[in-house]
């Protein structure tokens, strides 16, 4: 993909210089033209990787159009055919090699030169030692890659010096994103002074996002033998990116990282680092975090803490996060809590749940509580929300339960609401209800035209007809304006 998007880029820089050059002769810009199509045309069989056909279109092309702009990329390319033809290493080397000293200008000359090192690679493991010289040499030219995949290449080759040469190239990085890819082939020595540096790095370096990036590498690298190094790390490094980080690699650790994760979770003083550690703790199958996340909401004052809980109780099989749920919307003292777990139940929807709502509904006197109630009934699967939505909107003693019923039945729709909606209006006696009422209708779209203009004409209250009037004139429906006209003369 990175060979395909520099070449797009390429092309369509041509594209602008070409249009640019207004001056520039018209036969040449249609050869220029020419020479783009027919380029591009070549270029389709290389990532269809028809190498055959390839290679006899890239000779053509050059062979056609000597001068063009896009000489230096088909000689790439005439180079990347050899080397994936597979016919023979050592030629697509001298190929490469060709390129970079003819080419130098070319923005192709270090791919060429790290395809190059990775075929001296092969051609060393195969018994071809002086190839070796040639990456050795590489590693004082082209850019920082290159440099980087030729020292790689010496220690697969069994060069102990170019541990030491990483090393080095390090220490005299400045950029945060080649030191991370060189924390990445320092990750794939396997010696213990590249631990070493690593383990440096991820106590020492200035930049926390690298120390980030070294901690993740040493915890693929070492597994549960890094846990006194992340645990240092841990006390020591006051980078949330970086305790986060850590958090992460104990969370890779299974069991053994559980312990630790608990111990954050418990005692660490910023909140969003506990949520870290409970989030993860979440996704773990440790038998003690139930009983430990069921012992913190009773203690934890934070807030933010407190919802995190709650969502780790939703990702808790069902059979366990159910009841736990229900516990906290018993028993938490905070009601924006209790509403946080009805959220989460109503997600769960299941038998249970419904009926522990249904009686929740009518025995709670916390609006707030009610109310996350009916967003639970609204968000119920296949419509086994909706007759408990009609039940409260019809029954409930508070009118501002019942108007909140009403707006999530409107949004739920059908002729059960429609039939309900009709009927309602004329039994609430609070105007407030019966203004969402019309509004409901409203929301019902086509299907709720012939209701509203019921309500225009009929309705007892002068208020609430004007109302249904106003909604009216917000839908685009032929009966709806016929309506309009018929009150306006009075019929």
């Known amino acids: 993909m990175w060979i395909q998007n520099h070449h797009h880029r390429l092309l369509g820089l041509l594209f602008v210089a070409v249009w640019l050059l207004g001056g520039a002769s018209a036969g040449a810009a249609q050869a220029q033209d020419r020479a783009a199509e027919a380029y591009q045309r070549t270029y389709e069989l290389v990532l269809d990787e028809e190498w055959t056909q390839a290679s006899d279109a890239l000779r053509s092309f050059l062979n056609q159009h000597p001068r063009s702009d896009w000489v230096d990329d088909a000689k790439f390319w005439q180079c990347y055919v050899q080397e994936k033809a597979g016919r023979s290493d050592e030629n697509a080397f001298l190929c490469y090699q060709r390129f970079v000293e003819e080419q130098a200008r070319s923005t192709w000359v270090d791919d060429a030169r790290t395809n190059m090192v990775?075929?001296?690679?092969?051609?060393?493991?195969?018994?071809?030692?002086?190839?070796?010289?040639?990456v050795e040499g590489m590693q004082d030219q082209g850019n920082e890659e290159v440099k980087l995949a030729a020292l790689d290449a010496l220690w697969?080759?069994?060069?102990?010096t170019a541990l030491d040469a990483v090393i080095d190239l390090y220490d005299g990085s400045g950029t945060e994103e080649f030191k991370k890819k060189i924390i990445f082939a320092l990750s794939q020595f396997d010696a213990p002074r590249a631990a070493q540096k690593l383990k440096d790095i991820a106590l020492q370096d200035a930049d926390p996002k690298v120390r980030k990036d070294?901690?993740?590498?040493?915890?693929?690298?070492?597994?549960?033998?890094?846990?006194?190094?992340?645990?240092?790390?841990?006390?020591?490094?006051?980078?949330?990116?970086?305790?986060?980080?850590?958090?992460?690699?104990?969370?890779?650790?299974?069991?053994?990282?559980?312990?630790?994760?608990?111990?954050?979770?418990?005692?660490?003083?910023?909140?969003?680092?506990?949520?870290?550690?409970?989030?993860?703790?979440?996704?773990?199958?440790?038998?003690?975090?139930?009983?430990?996340?069921?012992?913190?909401i009773t203690s934890v004052t934070d807030f933010e803490v407190q919802k995190?809980?709650?969502?780790?109780?939703?990702?808790?099989?069902?059979?366990?996060?159910?009841?736990?749920?229900?516990?906290?919307?018993?028993?938490?003292?905070?009601?924006?809590?209790?509403?946080?777990?009805?959220?989460?139940?109503?997600?769960?929807?299941?038998?249970?749940?419904?009926?522990?709502?249904?009686?929740?509904?009518?025995?709670?006197?916390?609006?707030?509580?009610?109310?996350g109630l009916v967003f639970a009934f609204s968000q119920v699967s296949d419509r086994a929300g909706v007759p408990r939505l009609i039940d409260v909107a019809q029954t409930h003693r508070d009118p501002r339960i019942?108007?909140?019923?009403?707006?999530?039945?409107?949004?739920?729709?059908?002729?059960?609401?429609?039939?309900?909606?009709?009927?309602?209006?004329?039994?609430?006696?609070?105007?407030?209800?019966?203004?969402?009422?019309?509004?409901?209708?409203?929301?019902?779209?086509?299907?709720?035209?012939?209701?509203?203009?019921?309500?225009?004409?009929?309705?007892?209250?002068?208020?609430?007809?004007?109302?249904?009037v106003f909604w009216l004139g917000q839908t685009d429906d032929a009966r709806a304006r016929e309506a309009l006209l018929e009150i306006v003369r009075g019929q």
């Open 308 to 371: 995190s809980l709650v969502f780790a109780f939703s990702q808790l099989p069902e059979e366990r996060g159910v009841p736990r749920l229900i516990e906290v919307v018993r028993r938490h003292q905070n009601p924006q809590i209790r509403k946080e777990a009805i959220f989460w139940l109503g997600q769960a929807g299941t038998r249970e749940v419904l009926e522990f709502f249904d009686t929740l509904i009518n025995t709670s006197t916390d609006f707030e509580v009610q109310k």
């Open 156 to 160: 697969q080759m069994g060069d102990e």
């Open 118 to 134: 990775q075929l001296a690679r092969r051609l060393a493991r195969s018994g071809n030692r002086k190839y070796m010289d040639v």
């Open 402 to 468: 019942r108007k909140e019923a009403i707006f999530w039945l409107s949004q739920a729709g059908g002729t059960e609401v429609s039939a309900f909606f009709e009927k309602v209006i004329n039994s609430d006696a609070e105007y407030e209800v019966q203004k969402q009422v019309v509004f409901a209708i409203s929301q019902l779209g086509r299907e709720g035209v012939p209701a509203l203009i019921q309500v225009a004409k009929t309705h007892a209250d002068p208020q609430i007809r004007k109302e249904a």
């Open 214 to 296: 070294a901690i993740f590498w040493i915890s693929q690298r070492d597994g549960k033998e890094a846990l006194p190094l992340l645990e240092e790390i841990a006390r020591t490094d006051a980078s949330y990116e970086v305790q986060k980080q850590v958090i992460f690699a104990y969370s890779q650790l299974g069991r053994d990282g559980v312990p630790r994760l608990i111990e954050l979770a418990r005692t660490q003083r910023d909140p969003e680092i506990r949520k870290e550690a409970i989030f993860w703790l979440s996704q773990t199958e440790a038998p003690q975090v139930e009983a430990f996340f069921a012992e913190l």
